[in-house]
């Protein structure tokens, strides 16, 4: 079954998906040999550089991207290998608001120029940035007719009820054939430009020299070049990500990651509910602790401190970019503008990953497990409050003791021999569905039957699939329970 990386990115489908990469990065700016012939060394510590094209003179971008994705505590390892090409970089510009010193989370246009609208514009327009990241209703064009495959509607006119359009032609915007060497597979890709592989790994070895190729665009698009340029290195978090408990993940401290540390750049994603945050750090600390206001922006809440019910992804990436600013771009393009000075950026990385899965409704994380502390004699009321030996814990609050029959065997030890043995298949089935799970944990610190009633009010999806085990634990534990 063959792995597809990386889909056609045509010019329009780069110019409607207008966020890209929320983070700037360490760069290595590459102008050509110095005026005595020399070749620059490159490998000094990267240089800063704002990755806002705003901020940079006008010029088309291409982005050539080789790295490797892979899961944290697994062994396999994905290749990834893209290119882009744009003819304005501000197309490709990314808005976001800033958190921290190091850290960012993209921004979602909002609207407010008709209140009615829940986009806030009217029925014609789009809410969308414009180049200075204020929000702000476009108008989008309407064509009489459908167009044609390889068409885009482009407007014509504008009133103020609608705009006209008509349909051109979508052209190409690339740099020809692409082909690589240094990498550990061969690598030649032809606009549309697209990797397929059956196999896994990286495509480069750490700090390997690369060689890159264009042919050069037929139509609009990047003259050919020559390029070379050196690869990261691997990126191991230690301890891995995977072994982070979920109290740090979910926690109201800041979120400490680590790693064995290099000389490229560190981007560390956080992405919920609320979008991703991203954190630029220097490679060379080793570590950084993501503040909890920055995970709360990447949950969406902004208000609770401890909230564990959404799930949460976490990325941590190496670096290291080599930017080439002595490329050209030629010819137009019906519906847009081409800047003739192009940039072009040779990316290379590595990324761990690992996403995180927040408790249910009514729980609480204490250390890497979910509870209800409210019923829970190891976490009762609180996270490590153990109830006294005899003692059961019952909406927070430890007391009385289990009641014992004639063999003196504790009501609560009948229970969990109960569960093993005579009522072990109700058992299963209650365990494998969460609800019931989460009731049965709840009733097994119970002493009365009210405190079960209570438990089954709790957790009422769980009740069908508790009802057989509780019978069964009813009838085996009847002398030694009391009810």
């Known amino acids: 079954m063959k792995l597809r990386l990386l889909s056609t990115f045509a010019v329009f489908f780069s110019v409607a998906a207008v966020a890209g990469c929320a983070t700037s990065t360490q760069t290595k700016i590459a102008d050509g040999p110095a005026p005595d012939g020399t070749t620059p060394d490159t490998s000094t510590p990267a240089e800063e550089e704002s990755d806002d094209p705003a901020l940079q003179p006008p010029h088309s971008l291409g982005t050539i991207v080789l790295g490797e994705a892979h899961g944290s505590g697994t062994s396999k390892s994905t290749p990834i290998v893209s290119a882009t090409f744009i003819p304005d970089a501000v197309l490709g510009k990314a808005c976001t608001k800033k958190l921290t010193d190091a850290c960012v989370i993209q921004e979602v246009p909002k609207c407010t120029k008709v209140t009615s609208s829940s986009t806030g514009c009217n029925s014609n327009e789009l809410c969308s940035f414009d180049t200075s990241c204020k929000a702000v209703c476009k108008p989008f064009a309407v064509c009489a007719t459908s167009c044609d495959t390889g068409e885009v509607c482009k407007a014509v006119s504008t009133s103020s009820t609608s705009t006209t359009g008509e349909c051109v032609k979508v052209g190409s915007f690339d740099a020809g054939p692409l082909a690589f060497s240094g990498t550990t597979t061969s690598i030649t890709m032809f606009p549309p430009y697209s990797f397929e592989t059956t196999g896994s790994g990286a495509p480069f070895l750490g700090g390997a020299e690369l060689h890159v190729q264009a042919s050069g665009a037929t139509e609009a698009g990047f003259e050919k070049f020559d390029e070379k340029f050196t690869a990261t290195t691997f990126l191991q978090t230690t301890p891995s990500l995977s072994k982070i408990t979920r109290d740090k993940v979910f926690g109201t401290g800041a979120l400490p990651i680590a790693w064995a540390p290099a000389n490229d750049s560190i981007i560390i ?21 993501v503040p909890r206001s920055v995970v709360k922006a990447a949950q969406g809440d902004g208000t609770s401190t401890t909230s564990s019910s959404s799930s949460i992804s976490v ?37 761990e990953s690992a996403s995180f899965q927040g408790c249910s409704s009514g729980q609480d994380i204490c250390g890497d497990t979910c509870t209800d502390v409210t019923y829970d004699s190891k976490n009762c009321g609180s996270c490590g409050n ?93 002398s030694s329970c009391g009810f």
């Open 315 to 351: 990325s941590v990436a190496r670096q290291r970019k080599e930017v080439k600013k002595d490329k050209h771009a030629k010819t137009s393009l019906d519906y847009l503008k081409v800047l003739p000075d192009g940039w072009l950026e040779l990316v290379t990385l590595s990324t």
């Open 269 to 289: 994603t956080v992405s919920g509910a609320g979008g991703s945050a991203t954190c630029k750090v220097q490679d060379a600390l080793g570590k950084f602790d």
């Open 386 to 478: 153990v109830c006294s030996s005899g003692q059961s814990c019952y909406n927070g609050s430890c007391g009385g003791g289990s009641s014992s029959g004639s063999s003196g065997t504790t009501c609560t030890t009948c229970r969990s021999n109960a569960k093993s043995g005579s009522c072990s298949s109700y058992s299963t089935t209650c365990n494998a569905d969460s609800s019931c799970n989460n009731l049965a944990y709840c009733a097994s610190s119970c002493t009365t039957s009210s405190c079960i009633t209570s438990c089954e009010q709790s957790y009422p999806a769980g009740v069908t699939k508790w009802s057989p085990l509780k019978s069964c634990l009813s009838s085996y534990c009847s």
